[in-house]
């Protein structure tokens, strides 16, 4: 999937000379949490977002620091933090650098961008201008209408080919023991039997075995053993 295929293409942007009241104002009438920001040629400049107004004058939160961190900071970082909490324009309290994707970006490299720079949104751009967006919940969309596809894949006719296909899954997995772990399944319950060295591979395998079509219940009879002293640690099932 890429990122054309899920991102918003109604994009509100903002200019960098705009006001931070303009923000606001946007933000609040869209029920959007962050705005592109754009200069005179449409290109991509910056972001600014609702965590851009956590430390205002207006408010009273602007950041307070004893006098010795101060020192120790030296007068270009307390300047920096004086203008983003009472600058009066977009420009002086926006992110400047950027993170966006290409149309034809994987939707694994929005993710990534997202968990590596810890961002909800990233803008999605064509020739430096923006053509579209791609939030966290847009990713949930995404999700929804992928869950109909999964659930209308056609479940096998007999439990022995459901067999085969959970055993399939097990073996795909790079972490899985396989030659440790026996399957059996009767009317469409899978019972897993065997050992784990690693108590969170349990939680792994059975949800590995309820993502096969057709599997109705498993039942999880796995013994977990502590791998340093050989000790079953665990020997009560689960459903």
């Excluded at 609040?28 to 965590?51: C, M, Y």
């Excluded at 059975?206 to 498993?218: D, F, H, L, S, T």
């Amino acid at each position: 999937m890429k990122a054309s295929e899920i991102m918003a293409r109604n994009v509100i942007a903002i200019r960098a000379e705009a006001s931070v009241n303009e923000a606001v104002r946007l933000m609040l009438q869209h029920k959007i949490s962050g705005l592109p920001v754009v200069n005179a040629a449409d290109e991509l400049v910056g972001i600014v977002t609702e965590g851009d107004f956590l430390r205002r004058a207006e408010t009273g939160t602007e950041t307070q620091r004893p006098r010795w961190l101060q020192l120790l900071m030296g007068t270009g970082k307390l300047a920096d933090d004086y203008v983003r909490s009472h600058g009066r324009k977009v420009a002086a309290i926006m992110t400047a650098d950027v993170v966006a994707v290409g149309e034809d970006a994987a939707l694994g490299e929005v993710v990534k961008a997202m968990e590596k720079w810890r961002i909800k949104r990233v803008p999605v751009i064509r020739d430096r201008k923006v053509v579209g967006l791609i939030s966290r919940s847009d990713l949930l969309r995404a999700f929804a209408r992928a869950i109909p596809t999964v659930a209308a894949t056609p479940a096998p006719e007999d439990d022995l080919k459901l067999r085969d296909l959970v055993q399939a899954e097990f073996d795909r997995l790079p972490w899985s023991m396989r030659n440790m772990i026996s399957v059996t399944v009767e009317n469409g319950a899978v019972d897993l039997q065997g050992v784990v060295f690693n108590v969170r591979e349990r939680d792994a395998l059975r949800v590995a075995a309820e993502n096969i079509p057709g599997v109705k219940a498993v039942y999880d009879h796995l013994v977990w053993i502590e791998p340093v002293s050989g000790t079953a640690l665990d020997l009560s099932p689960s459903a």
